[in-house]
T-cell receptor
Framework: GAGVSQTPSNKVTEKGKYVELRCDPI?????LYWYRQSLGQGPEFLIYFQGTGAADDSGLPNDRFFAVRPEGSVSTLKIQRTERGDSAVYLCASSRKGGGATDTQYFGPGTRLTVL | GNSVTQMEGPVTLSEEAFLTINCTYTATGYPSLFWYVQYPGEGLQLLLKATKADDKGSNKGFEATYRKETTSFHLEKGSVQVSDSAVYFC?????????????WGAGTKLIIKP
């Protein structure tokens, strides 16, 4: 079966614009995660969904960031009023059931966001 | 809070050399430990993991042992190949009430020369 897919692979936008990043998880995976990876760093946790609900959004940096997963499958990460500091690779991962360290997370290829 | 420190790269080796990439951690409780690999142009892939002290994770000739006494999870391979060139990330699970979070090191770039 297909792995986690993310679109677009690259997004260039201007400061102040709104962007949406999409994640298609592995079919049947109930848990979905968003991470952000800045150049030369490891990923940082943003948000975790269990089904349709955000079980933990403590990693979202501020209220310009928002994510949804309305049908418990595809998720969209939304960033309002983008800033140059938002430039990073945004990673999505999914896992079979979530809620445990032993539940392997499978990662998508990421969306590289550049804010000019 | 939980954190991971791994050796800085790049690490450059010749084919068939022995590899060690150091990883140490700080954590409360008993986290699970992971090594992920990112090949050029690809997404992060789980390489191996260990869920309790003294466990050894292994895959594709790579090994790492969960050492609670030294809070380490060093990655080793006896004979590297050019195809092992990639960025390697050490990670651990978050605190018990948020153990779905992965907390990551900065990554170590490995370059294998023929």
């Amino acid at each position: 079966g297909a792995g986690v897919s993310q679109t677009p692979s690259n997004k260039v936008t201007e400061k102040g614009k709104y962007v949406e990043l999409r994640c298609d998880p592995i079919s049947g995976h109930t848990a979905l995660y968003w991470y952000r990876q800045s150049l030369g760093q490891g990923p940082e946790f943003l948000i975790y969904f269990q089904g349709t609900g955000a079980a933990d959004d403590s990693g979202l940096p501020n209220d310009r960031f928002f994510a949804v997963r309305p049908e418990g499958s595809v998720s969209t990460l939304k960033i309002q009023r983008t800033e140059r500091g938002d430039s990073a690779v945004y990673l999505c991962a999914s896992s079979r059931k979530g809620g445990g360290a032993t539940d392997t997370q499978y990662f998508g290829p990421g969306t590289r966001l550049t804010v000019l | 809070g939980n954190s991971v420190t791994q050796m800085e790269g790049p690490v450059t080796l010749s084919e068939e050399a022995f590899l060690t990439i150091n990883c140490t951690y700080t954590a409360t409780g008993y986290p699970s430990l992971f090594w992920y690999v990112q090949y050029p142009g690809e997404g992060l892939q789980l390489l191996l993991k260990a869920t309790k002290a003294d466990d050894k994770g292994s895959n594709k000739g790579f090994e790492a042992t969960y050492r609670k006494e030294t809070t380490s999870f060093h990655l080793e391979k006896g004979s590297v190949q050019v195809s092992d060139s990639a960025v390697y990330f050490c990670a651990l699970s978050g605190p018990m009430d948020s153990n779905y979070q992965l907390i990551w090191g900065a990554g170590t770039k490995l370059i294998i020369k023929p």
